[in-house]
């Protein structure tokens, strides 16, 4: 059964940190201030798409819920993952860091978008796109700091 973005953002956690480490169960809410932990989206999307009906496969596993289910933690592995799932992005599109991107350039349709970014505590960050708008935390102003992004189109 294919995942809609209905049930993707109906899934999609939106709590603060220490209230989505507390849902996790098991170890995580002894992990809320380990720096390792700090970024939170390829954890929320984990979640998201289990709640969507789409477990996540064995091999991306890189922790896990406090009921055995694999979570993705790195931007890098969630992209492989998006990839299996979806196949490849809808939209993409390269630049310079610092380059403003606005409303306007990311395509008015619902999915998954990722931008890639070199910063010290990630490579990047992954959320659910609206078409007009980012679920999670996503913001232009980190698209800016980004040198590409992506979106899998999702209905």
Same mark, same amino acid.
């Given at each position: 059964?294919?995942?809609?973005?209905?049930?993707?953002?109906? @899934?999609?956690?939106?709590?603060?940190?220490?209230? $989505?480490?507390? @849902?996790?169960?098991?170890?995580?809410?002894?992990?809320?201030?380990?720096?390792? &932990?700090?970024?939170?989206?390829?954890?929320? $999307?984990?979640? @998201?798409?289990?709640?969507?009906?789409?477990?996540?496969?064995?091999? &991306?596993?890189?922790?896990?819920?406090?009921?055995?289910?694999?979570?993705?933690?790195?931007?890098?592995?969630?992209?492989?993952?998006?990839?299996?799932?979806?196949?490849?992005?809808?939209?993409?599109?390269?630049?310079?860091?610092?380059?403003?991107?606005?409303?306007?350039?990311?395509?008015?349709?619902?999915?998954? $978008?990722?931008?890639?970014?070199?910063?010290?505590?990630?490579?990047?960050?992954?959320?659910?796109?609206?078409?007009?708008?980012?679920?999670?935390?996503?913001?232009?102003?980190?698209?800016?700091?980004? &040198?590409?992004?992506?979106?899998?189109?999702?209905?």
């Amino acid at each position: 059964m294919p995942i809609s973005f209905k049930s993707l953002k109906d @899934a999609y956690p939106i709590q603060p940190k220490p209230d $989505l480490f507390t @849902a996790l169960g098991g170890e995580w809410p002894t992990l809320v201030d380990n720096p390792a &932990y700090a970024n939170t989206c390829a954890i929320r $999307l984990s979640v @998201a798409l289990k709640g969507a009906g789409s477990a996540i496969p064995g091999k &991306y596993k890189e922790a896990i819920e406090g009921d055995g289910s694999p979570i993705v933690v790195k931007v890098k592995t969630f992209r492989d993952l998006v990839i299996e799932l979806f196949g490849k992005s809808y939209w993409g599109m390269s630049k310079s860091p610092g380059t403003p991107v606005g409303l306007g350039t990311i395509p008015k349709r619902s999915g998954i $978008l990722v931008y890639h970014a070199a910063w010290k505590d990630a490579t990047g960050h992954f959320d659910l796109w609206t078409g007009t708008g980012f679920v999670g935390a996503g913001n232009f102003q980190d698209v800016a700091d980004g &040198y590409d992004l992506e979106l899998w189109a999702i209905d």
